[in-house]
């Protein structure tokens, strides 16, 4: 145990200086390049830790702060949150194939999303698209667990199955609302739908920052229970589980996180599904374990993913999630080839 707790430790701070490293890369590189030394510099001054006399410009100083860091903390904030929201429902369904994206949940969030921007409008004000992101996700996630007889079911590809076939009728009816809006909105919803930090600014970052303490604090609080799910229902029921409950408990958090992250991203897919699995390789399965590691992982993988995106199409910007499609979708292939093995 003393092993595997200095295992986890060690992991864990290898992650967060590879977090580091990742957010000063990110920071650093762009059309306009700015050494390491000077990007931690601007920060540390502009946080008031660094007392010295600037020697840089104030437009690199307005690159740093204003545009680049808050876009890679984002990138930081929404790679966690997936890659954590992927390991409960992983858990949660014993399904090695589950992930926001292949169950519905973020085509739920975008369709709730497209529908605030585009029919609803400023209705509750910044609130109104994180809202309409969770009820579309809580509804999708309704809907895939009714289509799929999860209770009833201990096949490990069905609610997959269920998943993707939701995604697109959901996929369907966010086409339509593009089709019947305004033409002068639709390039920025589709570049929003394939996911993108270009918007990313301070006063946003708070929303999707909270969502996911809040929601990592409560997944970790069931990562016992989650832990005991992993053995089975009945076997979960003996030791004091009460399964229904945590199920429909995690599937609406990892709703509520997905909704907000798709808010403020767009539709970024396969980190979830990823993450975990690197995680429980590194580390074992222990959700209590796995679930932070996974966090720390989508983290460090959606930073870089970011950086590369940028760097394919400089100076434009290419969306985010046709990155992480490409990767995640040849480690889909790979897992399936794992499974049927």
Known sequence: MGFLRRHFLATCITGLVLCLLSITLSVSI???????GTVWSIVLHKLSLLPVTPDWSAGRENIVWDLRLPRALLAATVGAGLGIAGAVMQGVTRNPLADPHLLGVSA????????????????????????????????????VVSVAGLTHSTGPTRLVLAGLAVSFVIAAGSNVLIMLADPRAISSVVFWMLGGFGFAQWN??????LALLLSGAVF????????ALSM??????????????LRIAMLTVSAFLTGVLVAFSGMIGFVGLMMPHVARLLIGGD???????????????????????????????????????LIGGLFFIVLLARQRG
């Open 108 to 143: 739920g969030a975008g369709f709730g999303a497209n529908l605030a921007m585009l029919a609803v409008g400023n209705l509750l004000g910044v609130l109104t698209v994180p809202l309409f992101a969770f009820a579309g996700a809580l509804a999708a996630t309704a809907i």
């Open 30 to 36: 762009g059309s306009t390049r700015i050494p390491a």
């Open 232 to 245: 089975g229902d009945e076997s979960a029921a003996t030791l004091g589980v009460d399964v229904r409950r």
């Open 220 to 227: 970790l609080r069931c990562a016992e229970q989650l832990n």
């Open 287 to 325: 959700n209590r374990r796995v679930l932070p590691a996974s966090a720390l992982l989508g983290a460090i993988f959606l930073i870089l993913a970011d950086v590369l995106a940028r760097r394919l199409t400089a100076p434009n910007d290419m969306p985010i999630g046709v990155v992480t499609g």
């Open 204 to 209: 946003n970052l708070a929303f999707p920052a």
